[in-house]
């Protein structure tokens, strides 16, 4: 295996800096940038075991993908994607590491919950992953284990109040969590909304034969979203807990999170790429084909996309990952023909996040460096994992993307390589490609053919949450 790789004449953009240089890799990372055509740059170039030419390019980190949910089991089916195709899509999409949700089952440990994560991930990913611990069943013992997973490396929990009787906990379980992650150093992520006024919601509209899937958007209000966050953080204040809200979708909840975050609270959160490209008319298309939208938090009427940019932009909301939870709408998606409550939740992205953000820089809606930032460097520092992935520079894993700004895209299922048989952005043209990708100096993508392997991918221990206040 080539040890010296110089990635020669492309346009390097962090979060800090966008420079043109050139970027030597040695023993998988990232060894030193040089200018363009200066005598070290030429002199790399002569000694290098492989030279990648960046020509017209951009030359950025890894995407960082901090909620993907891999094979998860919901709603009587398992999400489609494996971690073998879903890192090697990952990897397609500029994405070089994800931290994907173990879950615990009721009535289960914590460390088993873990470790059949570990199984399904282990020797099979394409790109390297982490953990957070979904916890589904807040007890005496799995309080005691979460201090263990911290030290493991697994530092991070998310709790839901939503899905009453499955993922549920109560507020009195999700404060004894919070008091946990208080003093353990542990970072909460929520799943901000109201599950119990919802599941009344949802039984009302069926009963009154309201079951397309658009009655999914109505029934999860964003009001009920707005409420569960200040409530979370509420219970995030009572206890000193940092609080990190997931797959914001709702304008009430930014404002919620905004006021939080002006008081200096270490309260955080993350939108997702459908919440700023698709809305409820996608949930309202005919012939069930609305069921393909069907995630939650729920998409949002289009009105609520300017709020969830600014946030982006003011940092209420500092992240941007992909809840990619896949399922095909042959076969599972349709298990919820006639009753909207039983179509599984969730939609596949993880190979679009990058392009998508791309597209929005373009539309002028983030800057360049923030592009990265959102994508890379806030989510590997949420979760403990900077600055050995999430930037370009010394020391740092040689996860590297040769991004081609210039290249046009139709976003097609037929093209995609998630194993999911639709694409929620079927049609849609961004500009930007991702041409050729490293993950620890080794070649994934090379020159958009797919030279990876199943099992390069390794497990990352991760710290705790560095970015708080
Ligand atoms: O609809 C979604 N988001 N499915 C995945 C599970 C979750 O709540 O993140
Ligand atoms: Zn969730
Ligand atoms: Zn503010
Ligand atoms: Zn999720």
Redesign the pocket.
């Known amino acids: 295996m080539p040890d010296r790789t110089v990635i020669r004449g492309g346009f390097v953009i962090t979060a800090a800096d966008e420079v043109h240089a050139d970027v030597l890799v040695e023993g998988g990372r990232v060894a030193a940038l040089a200018t363009q055509d200066s005598q070290v740059s030429q002199g790399w170039a002569e000694s290098a075991d492989r030279v990648v030419d960046a020509t017209g390019c951009y030359v950025i980190p890894g995407g960082v993908d901090a ?1 993907t ?1 891999m094979e ?1 089991p ?1 709603g009587g089916t398992v999400a489609a994607d494996t971690f073998e195709t879903g890192t090697r899509a990952a990897a397609w999409g500029g994405t070089t590491t994800i931290v994907d ?1 173990a879950v615990q089952q009721r009535g289960r440990s914590l460390r088993e919950g873990l470790d059949a994560w570990h199984a399904k991930a282990d020797g099979r990913c394409a790109v390297d992953y982490g953990f957070h611990m979904i916890l589904s069943d807040v007890n005496e013992h799995t309080l005691k284990e979460m201090d263990a997973l911290v030290e493991q490396g697994v530092t991070s929990f998310k709790l ?1 109040m ?1 899905y009453p009787g499955v993922l549920y906990s109560d507020d009195g379980q999700i404060l004894r969590a919070m008091q946990r992650t208080a003093a353990n150093g542990g970072l909460t992520m929520m ?1 901000a909304e109201n599950g119990i006024a919802i599941d009344v919601l949802v039984e009302q509209a069926l009963a009154a034969g309201r079951t397309d899937p658009r009655y999914h958007g109505e029934v999860r209000h964003a009001l009920l979203e707005a409420e569960a966050t200040h409530r979370a953080i509420q219970l995030a204040r009572v206890t000193g807990s940092p609080l990190y809200v ?2 914001v979708s709702a304008s009430e909840a930014v404002s919620e999170l905004a006021q939080a975050r002006d008081l200096g609270l270490n309260v955080f959160a993350e939108t997702c790429p459908q919440y700023l490209f698709l809305s409820t008319d996608n949930l309202a298309e005919p012939d069930f084909e609305g069921a393909k939208y ?4 729920p998409l949002r009427p289009v009105e609520h996309q300017a709020a969830l940019w600014r946030g982006l932009r003011t940092n209420d909301l500092s992240v941007v990952s992909t ?1 990619h ?1 896949p399922f095909c709408f042959n076969g599972q998606k349709e298990l919820g023909r006639g009753d909207f409550s039983r179509i599984p ?3 596949p992205g993880v190979e679009n996040r990058m392009d998508l953000l791309h597209q929005a820089v373009l539309d002028g809606h983030i800057s360049r460096r923030r592009w990265i930032e959102l994508a890379c460097a806030t989510p590997a520092r949420m979760f403990g994992l900077y600055p050995r992935k999430g930037t370009i520079a010394p020391g740092a894993d040689a996860d590297i993307v040769v991004y081609d700004p210039n290249v046009t895209q139709v976003i097609s299922a037929e093209t995609h390589h998630m194993n999911v048989d639709y694409s929620a952005y079927e049609g849609r043209r961004v500009t930007g490609q991702v041409r050729t990708v490293l993950s620890r100096g080794e070649l994934v993508l090379e020159d958009r053919e797919y030279v990876g392997r199943a099992g390069h991918g390794q497990f990352l221990p991760r710290g705790t949450c560095q970015y708080l206040l």
């Open positions: 909620h949910h998860m919901f949700f839901f939503a799943h997931v797959h069907v995630c939650s938090t809840d939870c939740n969730g939609l």
